[in-house]
Structures are given as structure tokens and as C-alpha cells.
């Protein structure tokens, strides 16, 4: 994989592309399906990359399906060796990237069924767990809002935008987003353009009215994202089994309930002080962990001979990552808890049989103790958006970047953009610094 993102990172996707494929090919493993979609993405080939984003979709709806139903039999299997389902928010990107393809191909209806898709997807979420915070909402909405209009269906795209409006602000604190300014003055415009009087002056004495557009311009939507999403680490956690425990008392045995209940229990023992005498055993279990990966580019301009704009942050990946993975945390540990008390009870016979065998249990209990740290490794860190009104013709943008302290780091300029008018033209741009 290593070589595989230094040619991403040069830009060079088919070169990325040959290195993936010789890494995986004829695989249809999840994270091969990830890098493979989004590096034929960034290469232009938009029916490749939907057709492995199509697999990806159905692998990890099944996968997903398999992981809840199978659970009890998982207990039993290391998380490295299970087929990999992918996060929720992995899986809820997939219809980002589709949708864009679809833009790219020029099929509008294509792509709101993408944003359909991903929002049935968020309430299914919602569906099997009360505590789902809905993380990605808000952005899935906005692009929503911002397709429908696109292919001139005004009324869900209000929908979508109040939709943005709701989860933005909800999860605002959470998620470090500030609200989109844009999105409450699309409120307003779609609201006067719908008739609806009592949520135009509503949203009017929220957002002010709306500027007068020019009938012969057109809009530029520019999806800016920078850095590589927060990468999976190995962290490991040791949990003290006491002499007292019943499950030492008693004879070892391998109850499902009893196990599950007693992982439960040492789970309440994490970060305790403990008597070496009150010890009768040490488990040590791996689960993975996110670590930071900021990037250094954090700001982007656009400007014109007609003016510029900011580019304001739409979305969060590091942040919704490691706010879903709080949420799936609990089951992945209780999970490899579970597991490490069979190992240990494995021990405990082998033991009993023979110190030696029971010396060679514990060292093959250690050897295979280890995280899943598997992830969609070539994501972006941040999505940023640009949006512009410009009037219909050629034009040149010039796009400046900039670090933490807002100094300008880079710029570049995208030649010949075409703006057709009362239409959208539709570019992303990555950097990975």
C-alpha cells in the first residue's frame, strides 16, 4: 500500500492504479474496493470507479449484514481474519463519490439516486441504534440540496437544504463545523422561488434576503479536499483477572452468556489499581485506535477577474470518524475482551494438563493477539466548498491554499473553466499536504 499512495500522492493514478491492482487483484475485499473506487475517481474513469463503488456497496451491505448475525460465532475469530465491513461512514462515502461521478457523467437523475441512497442508509443507521448521531447528515443533505437544484427539482432541494440547516447546527459543537452561511441563504432563495411566504420571511429575518442573480450567469460548485483521513493504530489495553473472580474459582468453561458477562466485568476494571497479591492472571488485548492526521492545508480562495470567494468546510472526515468509532468502540471491545478470556481459559486447561503446554498456549495466545487497524486509507482529512456566481463564458480561477496560520502556501490555476448560464459546473480539486 505504501507505494500505492506515493503515486497517489504525485498525482499519478495509474500509476497508483497498477500498484493496487498488483497488491490485490482479483480480490474483492473491502478496502481493495475502497482505494480501487476512489483512485479511478481521481482518474477520470467514472464508470470504472462506480462499477467497484457498486461492489464495494453490495460487499459491505452483505458483510454488514453477516458481521450482526454472526456475531456470537466472531467471538471466536481474531478481527484480522473477519472479511472487513467497512465503518459506517466508509460505507456512507461511497454514494459522496458515486453521486460525483455521476455529475462528471452528466446524469443528474443517477446521482439523486445516490443521495437517496445515502440517506436511506443514515436512517437505517438511525433504525438499529437509538444513540446513532447521524454523523455525516448534515454534509450528505447539503450536497443533496445542491444536486436537486442541479436537475431543477426546487422543492426537495428546499427539503434537502433545511435538512442541512437542522444537522449542521445540531451537530455543530460536536463535529467543530460552523454553519454554512450559504445554506440558510439558499433557504431564503428556494423559499421565494417556491412561493412559500411564511418560511421566506422566516428564514429572510435569519439569513437576509437574497442578493439578485444575474439571469445570464451561472454557478461554480467546487469540492475541495484536503490530507488523508485519520489512520488505524494498535493499542493495547491490559485487564486484571483476580483470584477471586468466579470464572477462576470454578471450572473453566466456555458458556457464551457466563463469558460475555465476565467480559463485561473487566471491561468496568479498565484504568484500575489493583494488589499484585489480588491478581491471578494479566490479559492483554489489542483493539485498534485512531490517530490525528491533520493536514497542513486547511484554507482555499478562489478568485476571478470577476471577484472571489473563500471556501468554507462543508465536512469533517477525521471528525466523523473517530465520532463513529467511539459509537462502534464498545462492541469491537467487549468483542475482543470475549475473546481474550477464551484464550485465556484455553490456557487455564492447557495448564492444568502441563506447565509447559500451558507455557505454549499463552506465548500462540500472545502471537495472535492483535488489532484490526484496516481502513480506507487514500480518503481526504476535510472537505471544503467553493461556491460562485460568474457570468456565462470562459473563465480562469485561481486557487490559493492555506496553512493553519491562514498564510498562503500554494496556489494554482484551473484554465478554460466553462460556466453555462442558470447551470452548475461541477469540479473537485485534492491536495495532500
Not at 438511525?126 to 427539482?153: H, K, P, T
Not at 490456557?347 to 492444568?352: G, S, T, Y
Request: overall charge negative; some cysteine.
Amino acid at each position: 500500500m505504501e507505494e500505492v499512495q506515493i503515486a497517489f500522492e504525485q498525482g499519478d493514478f495509474d500509476a497508483a492504479l497498477i500498484e493496487l491492482d498488483a497488491d490485490g487483484k482479483g480480490e474483492a475485499k473491502l478496502p481493495y474496493l475502497f482505494e480501487r473506487g476512489l483512485i479511478t475517481h481521481y482518474g477520470d474513469q467514472f464508470d470504472e470507479s462506480n462499477r467497484t463503488f457498486e461492489l464495494a456497496e453490495i460487499t459491505s451491505d452483505d458483510l454488514y449484514t453477516k458481521s450482526i448475525s454472526r456475531e456470537a460465532v466472531s467471538l471466536v475469530t481474531s478481527d484480522n481474519l473477519r472479511a472487513y465491513a467497512g465503518t459506517q461512514y466508509e460505507r456512507l462515502l461511497i454514494h459522496y463519490y458515486r453521486a460525483f461521478n455521476y455529475v462528471y457523467l452528466n446524469m443528474p437523475d443517477d446521482a439523486l439516486v445516490e443521495c437517496r441512497k445515502a440517506s436511506r442508509l443514515l436512517q437505517f443507521y438511525a433504525d438499529a441504534d437509538e444513540n446513532y448521531e447521524f454523523v455525516g447528515a448534515a454534509f450528505i443533505a447539503y450536497l443533496s440540496g445542491i444536486l436537486y437544484e442541479w436537475a431543477g427539482d426546487w422543492n426537495d432541494a428546499f427539503i434537502a437544504y433545511r435538512w442541512a440547516e437542522r444537522a449542521y447546527k445540531q451537530y455543530e459543537e460536536a463535529l467543530g463545523i460552523p454553519f454554512p452561511q450559504e445554506v440558510g441563504e439558499s433557504l431564503v432563495r428556494l423559499a421565494r422561488q417556491l412561493g412559500f411566504r411564511e418560511e421566506f420571511e422566516r428564514y429572510a429575518a435569519i439569513y437576509g434576503k437574497p442578493s439578485e442573480r444575474d439571469p445570464d450567469s451561472g454557478e461554480l460548485i467546487l469540492l475541495y479536499e484536503t490530507g488523508f483521513a485519520p489512520f488505524k493504530i494498535e493499542e493495547n489495553i491490559v485487564f486484571p483477572i483476580l483470584k477471586v473472580d468466579p470464572i477462576v474459582q470454578e471450572d473453566a468453561d466456555r458458556d457464551e452468556k457466563r463469558v460475555r458477562e465476565y467480559g463485561r466485568t473487566l471491561m468496568g476494571r479498565r484504568n484500575r489499581r489493583y494488589k499484585e497479591i489480588e491478581i491471578e492472571y494479566l490479559l492483554r488485548v489489542a483493539i485498534p485506535a485512531y490517530r490525528s492526521n491533520r493536514p497542513s492545508i486547511v484554507g482555499i480562495d478562489a478568485d476571478t477577474a470577476y471577484g472571489g470567494v473563500s471556501g468554507v468546510l462543508v465536512e469533517d472526515i477525521e471528525a466523523a470518524a473517530m465520532k463513529t468509532f467511539e459509537s462502534e468502540l464498545p462492541t469491537i471491545m467487549l468483542r475482543t475482551v470475549v475473546r481474550g478470556v477464551l484464550k485465556y481459559l484455553s490456557f487455564r486447561r492447557a495448564n492444568q494438563e502441563g506447565e509447559t503446554l500451558g507455557r505454549l498456549v499463552n506465548l500462540l495466545n500472545v502471537a495472535t493477539e492483535s488489532a484490526d487497524t484496516r481502513s480506507w486509507q487514500t480518503l481526504p482529512n476535510k472537505i471544503l466548498l467553493v461556491r460562485m456566481r460568474l457570468p456565462a463564458g470562459t473563465h480562469n480561477v485561481t486557487l490559493s491554499f492555506s496553512n493553519r496560520t491562514n498564510r498562503r502556501v500554494k496556489t494554482d490555476t484551473l484554465k478554460d473553466v466553462v460556466i453555462q448560464k442558470d447551470d452548475k459546473t461541477f469540479l473537485n480539486y485534492r491536495t495532500f499536504e
